[in-house]
């Protein structure tokens, strides 16, 4: 299995501040990395693919980069709404796997 | 916009087997770009997929569940399911099935997921 480690596992923020999450595969995973958004009691949402496509409707603060085994997702203005838990995917093989999330809350 | 409903039993006792619904609104599951998947989450913690089935009823298992679960695919009924033998109190949390955008053969990504439906594992 490929493991996907996040950091950190909790981050606190404020309204309008730049915010970056980490995820780190074990092995080269090129750009085969997903990110979803979960808010309490909802399913996640896809916001990320192959590392860096914005899903539609995604708002443009949110931006995924990196190859290889580092990426991160940073959101560039925090939101109400951006208060969630965030996963990574990978999809490098045919067993899909979740990090542990990282948790945006408020500070 | 398409839309994924789950359903099954809320409690299942120890031993017994697990078997949930998924109900697929959509004008057809048979395209090639897409798979369908379950994954599920215990209570306060993060994401585990479980498995993908394809419309020609090729299947995709977590290694770590293979022995215990099977997903099939139903495209006259617009309809997937998970059949879960053996559970135990480990199996307890929220189920969730969801489309697979294949973006790279079988390898992709969840773009539509159903609301969850919770099941308990208890006497």
């Known amino acids: 299995d490929i493991q996907m480690t996040q950091s950190p596992p909790t981050l606190s923020a404020s309204v309008g501040d730049r915010v970056t999450i980490t995820c780190r595969a074990s092995q080269n995973i090129d750009t085969f990395l997903a990110w979803y958004q979960q808010r309490p009691g909802r399913a996640p949402k896809l916001l990320v693919s192959?590392?860096?496509t914005l899903e539609s409707g995604v708002p443009s603060t949110f931006s995924g980069s990196g190859s290889g085994t580092d990426f991160t997702l940073t959101i560039t203005s925090l939101q109400p709404d951006d208060f969630a838990t965030y996963y990574c995917?990978?999809?490098?093989?045919?067993?899909?796997?979740f990090g542990h999330g990282t948790k945006v809350e408020i500070k | 916009q398409m839309q994924l409903q789950e359903s099954g039993p809320g409690l299942v006792k120890p031993s017994e087997t697990l078997f949930l619904t998924c109900n697929v609104s959509?004008?057809?599951?048979?395209?090639?770009?897409?798979?369908w998947g379950w994954i599920r989450q215990p209570p306060g913690k993060g994401l585990e997929w479980l498995g993908n089935v394809y419309y020609s009823g090729t299947t995709y298992y977590n290694p770590s569940l293979k022995s215990r679960v099977t997903v099939n695919v139903d495209t006259s009924k617009k309809q997937i399911s998970l059949k879960l033998i053996s559970v135990t109190a480990a199996d307890t949390g929220v189920y969730y099935c969801?489309?697979?955008?294949?973006?790279?053969?079988?390898?992709?990504?969840?773009?539509?997921w159903g609301q969850g439906t919770m099941v308990t594992v208890s006497s």
């Open positions: 959509a004008d057809s599951m048979s395209t090639s770009r897409y798979y």
């Open positions: 969801a489309r697979y955008r294949s973006i790279v053969g079988a390898k992709g990504a969840f773009d539509i």
């Open positions: 192959d590392a860096s």
């Open positions: 995917q990978q999809y490098s093989d045919y067993s899909p796997t």
